[in-house]
């Protein structure tokens, strides 16, 4: 954690001497930032009185306003709070060659308990946690994290508390709350740096700016940006080595690929059979889902198999007992510009479902373990990282309360092929076969291995694994209406 | 409104005779709806028991998932409440390319509050008629609207409902509610009835649907929504005219230039009395916001103007005073493709401000009569329909309480020239400058023509326009923060 010295009163001509230059500096980098597959998160934080909002405003007169934005929380509204904590902070991300100014933060709530302004998070230590990953997760992926604590001593502040109660158009800004916050500066100040110290960490360090002198805070602030940031352009700026997929990747697991190759695909369930327990689980499930719905639990299903495994058959099966109100269907189709500048996870926390509703992923964020591996999509980093990133991901999910069902669907390579070709025979199927399905049939070897990886890497007690043999579509069907219900049913101790 | 005569019963054979035909049908028109610069909007409501969700169940097991999406209505969350009644259905209307089925609707509020489920709607009127105009504004922008009201006789609900009833799987279904609209059939009927006739409208009509029988009433709206999709798709395969913008637009309101004309601009305000001044309007407009704010008042800011106006450095002054949690600036740039696949205003009703909170849009929504009008990047028709759009618009938010402040900043040619000029000459300002900026400033008098036009047309009571003369910025900047504070001050009735 760096610790800037305190500055000496700057004069306002040498201030504004030197402001021009910076400005120039800045909307330089600006310019190459647009252009970088990187992002930049400023975030704010300090003691009272050290013109947060001050300084975030006079960057935003320095910057040119369409390559940033100001980011503020308030109260959590109830669509944030029917979500996983970190839900309100994905959604407020900038985008990839934007500057986002985080006015408020992952910091804030933590920070108001500290000074007694706010409850306590239920797990402080578990937020801590969050909030690390978090940052880990941003920064891994390229974005430029600058914590900023806008400091100022014990005197300092009550000189610039007094200053501002003394003016009455400025007197509005020394709150009861700044006024206690002063009566309680040094517990204040040693909690707030426990806090720093157990964020402050490789790729999102903290920095503790004297904020006494405005001026100087100013010029300060905008040197650390402008260095920082064109370091961090130095990196994005080379061309970046290009992912090359080895023709056979190694499996990382390969028990995972045992797994995988030991399941019996001969399971049959005859016409009747099927008709006869389909409407028995089928109800079931509906009088799960109401359950789960009554107790404010969502619940998210992930669709992963191979092509024509039946996905789409089995989702719509399972679809048809619950109301049409209570969920929804995403198919990962090609990310929107939008999704593509963000982190890959980015758009499918867009879709979590809110309180007692589900959402239902067809495909998922199983596709960087997946087909990003394999075809050299994303770098061995990126895809290595990944693993960690989605427990991490199921983990947040989980612990909010969503129960989480997750699906393979298997077929035999035969099987497959059979299905290919009725696809191209039937009319209506033709548009689900396509070139790239019969290229990616044949890397059927690779994508075991990558399957069996993803299997035992990312298999864990909040958010299992469950293998369906789908050769038999039937069979198939009943077993993922089954799961579904039990699954369901444990979670809420049914 | 057209009527389908009931229809016979089905056999299960003849169905599944017709159905490989019908899914072939519409996944051909998905992939042409994909390339067509248009999108489709099914929206279903009917009686009690008439299927919709296994309608729509059907309908997406034929239909490609990658290309729809299904859209649910449950009660308004706070982010809802806070914005505009349309606010919610704005944000969930599908891409261009795609076809959203919505399962509640605009008219789900007005439904369940004649079925006495819900609270009457404050002003049904008023609501009607926003419903109105936003299908208007939808089906001018290209959207095919197909509404289908499943029609269930009286005699066909009661046994449906029974049936329903009969098995312990489904007997969920029949709620209390079902009951109740099932005594209450006739006044259902005929008030639902008097909805649709209110709202049965060129380019968004109701068609009623038999649901007696589920297998007929599946094929029918199948059968509906190819031919009505196949008919619109025609329209927009053609090639489109390009607009060709005249040289010199023609003035629909000669009354609006002449206003504009008629600014003098010589007025000046001098350093020291501008610092006076500042800090006591700045002061004032500190106390209204937060009055706005305990009212739980929203204020939008449009800034509109000249190139070089002064625009960003009347917005920086203007938020100085205001705490940074509490606003967001929104600079209009070129729009994301997500923003694209949308009507022209939808990007703009994303941004709205919660309630309390202030959204200011540097540039906005009147591009669309500006550059987008004389570059001939919209037609005539649609430019022209933008000021009724516009001011539809501006009213909803009025309605809502909503504080709009519009501001045209208005400099001289040669003053503009004086800041291109030395706009080159400072390092930091260069990005504030390039070739269009003197493409546009060519064009000066057809601006002029189009600035006068908006002004004549979109300036309301609810939404007045404040002309700012802007060739002195600190005259400018004065004149915006008294504007604004007198502007919430009257709104308040402080």
């Known amino acids: 954690m760096a610790h800037a010295l305190p500055v000496p009163r700057l004069s306002k001509k040498s201030y504004e001497e030197r402001v021009p230059a910076l400005r120039e500096k800045l909307v330089q980098l600006q310019v190459r930032l647009k252009a970088a597959p990187t992002k930049v998160l400023l975030i704010f934080a300090g003691e009272e009185g050290g013109g947060r909002g001050e300084v975030i405003n006079t960057l935003s007169g320095w910057l040119d306003p369409r390559g940033m934005e100001t980011v503020a929380f308030r109260e959590p509204s109830d669509e ?3 979500r996983p904590v ?3 902070f994905w959604r407020c991300l900038p985008a990839l060659g ?16 500290q000074a007694g302004d706010g409850p306590k998070p239920a797990h402080p230590e578990q937020h801590l946690d969050h909030i690390r990953r978090f940052e880990k997760l941003l920064s891994d992926n390229g974005t430029l994290i600058i914590k900023i604590w806008l400091h100022l001593s014990e005197s300092d502040q009550r000189r610039r508390l007094d200053e501002l109660a003394a003016n009455p158009d400025t007197a509005w800004r020394v709150t009861e709350e700044a006024r206690r916050h002063q009566r309680h500066y040094e517990r204040l ?3 707030s740096e426990r806090l720093r110290e157990a964020t402050d960490r490789p790729g999102a360090p903290w920095v503790v700016i004297d904020a006494a002198d405005p001026r100087a805070r100013n010029l300060e602030v905008a040197g650390l940006v402008t260095s920082q940031l064109e370091e961090h352009l130095l990196r994005f700026e080379k061309p970046r080595a290009k992912a090359t997929p080895p023709s056979m990747p190694v499996p990382l697991r390969p028990d995972g690929l045992a797994g995988l190759l030991a399941l019996p695909l001969d399971q049959k369930v005859s016409s009747e059979d099927y008709e006869s327990k389909r409407e028995k689980w089928l109800g079931r499930l509906n009088r799960a889902t109401r359950a789960a719905q009554s107790a404010r639990r969502s619940i998210v299903f992930v669709f992963e198999g191979w092509d024509a495994a039946g996905k789409g058959g089995a989702i719509r099966r399972l679809t048809s007992a619950i109301d049409a109100q209570d969920y929804r269907v995403i198919p990962v189709a090609k990310p929107t510009d939008e999704e593509n500048a963000h982190h890959y996870l980015w758009r499918f926390w867009r879709h979590l479902p809110r309180a007692g509703l589900a959402t239902i992923y067809d495909r998922s964020w199983y596709g960087r373990v997946l087909v990003e591996r394999l075809e050299g999509f994303c770098t ?5 990282r990944a693993f960690d990133e989605i427990n991490d991901f199921e983990t947040q999910l989980a612990e909010h309360g969503t129960i989480v069902i997750k699906f393979w669907m298997h077929v035999s390579q035969d099987e497959q092929l059979r299905r290919f070709r009725e696809r191209e025979q039937t009319a209506y199927k033709q548009h689900k076969i396509n070139a790239e399905d019969w290229r990616n049939r044949d890397k059927w070897a690779a994508y ?3 399957v069996g990886d993803m299997l035992a890497l990312t298999g864990t007690p909040e958010a299992p694994w469950h293998l369906i043999p789908a050769n038999d579509k039937r069979h198939a069907r009943l077993q993922i209406l089954k799961t579904s219900v039990k699954s369901i049913e444990a979670a809420l101790g049914l």
């Not at 934007?98 to 308990?113: D, K, N, P, Q, V």
């Not at 061995?380 to 290595?384: A, D, F, L, Q, S």
């Open 98 to 113: 934007r500057i986002g100014m985080f006015s408020g933060s992952w910091y804030t709530e933590l920070l108001r308990a």
């Open 448 to 450: 075991e291995i990558a």
């Open 189 to 191: 100040a040693r909690s």
């Open 86 to 88: 970190m839900w309100r």
């Open 80 to 82: 944030e709070r029917e």
């Open 380 to 384: 061995e980093h990126e895809w290595r």
